[in-house]
């Protein structure tokens, strides 16, 4: 057992397994498989305690149970992605005020594998739903005069987030 599910961006970890017969002799092994492997912790008595992972990357826990010469294994992988994805810049953003309600705000390409969201706020009320955008967005359906904020929201892989906020537009 893994107590994170994967992705994870929390690198403190606790590695378990079990095995019904009790004359079999349980033993696992935590290693890093990505970016460079590594091993963590070779074939072990389980359960790995609570352990930090080093770094970043791709991880690989496997287990083996051996009783009377047979041998069974089982393995699961876990990311820890730690790292935020790369701020969302408005490459084009608009002077204000304006009455040209059709207005696209150009963005910087999202960060590789993060995925990206954008709402509106008017006049400092309840903002929209976040909805999905990429690398342009322009206000929403029926949108009306007042004071208009844009916000991207690149979340990675793990849950990490970065929230950038447009000006105001009038």
Request: hydrophobic share 35%.
């Given at each position: 057992t893994v107590d994170r599910t994967s992705p994870t961006r929390l690198a403190d970890v606790t590695f378990g397994a079990s095995?019904?017969?009790p004359a079999a002799t349980l033993q696992c092994r935590l290693e890093r498989t990505a970016p460079t492997a590594l091993v963590v912790?070779?074939?072990?008595?389980?359960?790995i305690a609570s352990t930090t992972l080093p770094a970043d990357g791709s991880y690989l826990f496997?287990?083996?149970?051996?009783?009377?010469g047979q041998t069974g294994t089982a393995s699961r992988n876990l990311?820890?992605?730690?790292?935020?994805?790369?701020a969302p810049t408005i490459t084009?953003?608009?002077?204000?005020?304006?009455?040209?309600?059709?207005?696209?705000w150009g963005l910087s390409a999202p960060t590789t594998g993060a995925t990206r969201t954008c709402r509106f706020t008017q006049d400092a009320g309840t903002?929209?739903?976040?909805?999905?955008?990429?690398?342009?967005?322009?206000?929403?359906?029926?949108?009306t005069s007042g004071l208009w904020v844009l916000?991207?929201?690149d979340v990675a892989e793990a849950g990490n987030a970065l929230v950038t906020a447009a000006p105001t537009v009038e």
């Open positions: 095995v019904d017969d912790y070779d074939w072990t008595t389980c359960p496997s287990a083996r149970a051996t009783d009377d990311v820890l992605d730690q790292v935020a994805p790369d084009r953003a608009w002077s204000t005020p304006t009455n040209d309600a059709a207005l696209t903002p929209t739903a976040y909805a999905s955008c990429s690398t342009s967005v322009s206000f929403p359906a029926g949108a916000e991207v929201r």
